[in-house]
């Protein structure tokens, strides 16, 4: 009996392989998300969260003998973080599957698991210029270790806890900064990151802050790039759902689509937990 490929039966597996590729990329490659504090969804009525933002309080003073202390309002103002709805579509056909010497239903898997990943990183970049300070040495100028020092101190200065700062910048940007620590004989200090979507990204640790690059990171038409240092405190994300893989059969294409698609949504919390830095992004 011939060797013949039954797409029915075999569905399942195909099935199976595909979604286990897509999520296992998804959860590797979504670096951002890792950094940032999330918000569960899932389940929930709606597409909107309100997250309850609290005031920080002003300084005190000493208490005279008998005096009585006033009110503070310590009432919390909400941040709302609309989730929305990303997908991506592929097709994938009967001839394909039976000839093609590789995993094309895994391959599949891992383009589309990547493409929303990717997604998710950038709804999170783009809201770094809408941090409260600016540390960078301006556009089309060279970040350096000292900027990223600058934003630090900065952070510091607006009381933000220095245990879990990151720092996100684009290759080239963290390129520059790994040379010019490298030339001035300094060096990056280890860190735990230790899972893979860590290790992959991490440059290592400088000044307590943990830095990352990111592709994610968008460079302008004149190669300039805003990166950020933050507390996770700073940015919030919602997942409304996480990643999700439907297949549906096409009978006259001879083959099924395969649709890749979550919801998310993420915006600032406190800017004052974020400095950006803007630099150039040119090698």
Excluded at 6 to 13: F, P, S, T, V, W
Excluded at 20 to 33: G, H, S, V, Y
Excluded at 189 to 198: K, T
Aim: without cysteine; glycine residues 8%; proline residues 3%.
């Amino acid at each position: 009996m011939a060797n013949e490929y039954d797409l029915d039966n075999a569905r399942g597996e195909i099935f199976e392989n595909m979604t286990q590729a897509a999520q296992f990329t998804f959860n590797e490659n979504a670096l951002l998300r890792n950094l940032v504090t999330v918000y569960d969804m899932v389940g929930t009525p709606g597409m909107t969260a309100s997250v309850p933002v609290y005031p920080k309080m002003g300084a005190l003073s000493a208490l005279a003998a008998g005096a009585d202390l006033s009110n503070t309002d310590v009432s919390a103002d909400a941040v709302d973080i609309a989730a929305a709805e990303f997908g991506a579509m592929a097709t994938i056909q009967d001839i394909v599957l039976e000839s093609s010497p590789t995993a094309v239903a895994q391959d599949t898997g891992r383009v589309l698991g990547d493409g929303i990943a990717q997604a998710m990183d950038e709804v999170i970049v783009d809201l770094f210029t809408s941090a409260g300070s600016e540390a960078g040495p301006g556009a089309g100028n060279e970040i350096t270790a000292d900027h990223i020092l600058k934003a630090a101190a900065t952070l510091r200065n607006n009381s933000v806890p220095m245990q879990g700062l990151v720092g996100v910048l684009s290759p080239f940007q963290a390129y520059n900064v790994k040379k010019t620590l490298v030339n001035a004989g300094g060096s990056f200090s280890n860190s735990d990151a230790s899972n893979r979507v860590g290790s992959e990204y991490f440059i290592g640790r400088l000044f307590g802050i943990d830095l990352y690059e990111s592709a994610s990171v968008d460079v302008d038409g004149s190669d300039d790039a805003i990166a950020a240092v933050f507390h996770p405190a700073a940015i919030g994300m919602v997942m409304k759902r996480d990643l999700r893989i439907a297949t549906e059969r096409d009978e006259s294409l001879r083959g099924f689509e395969v649709v890749a698609s979550a919801a998310f949504g993420a915006a600032i919390l406190d800017a004052n937990k974020i400095v950006k830095i803007t630099g150039d992004a040119a090698v």
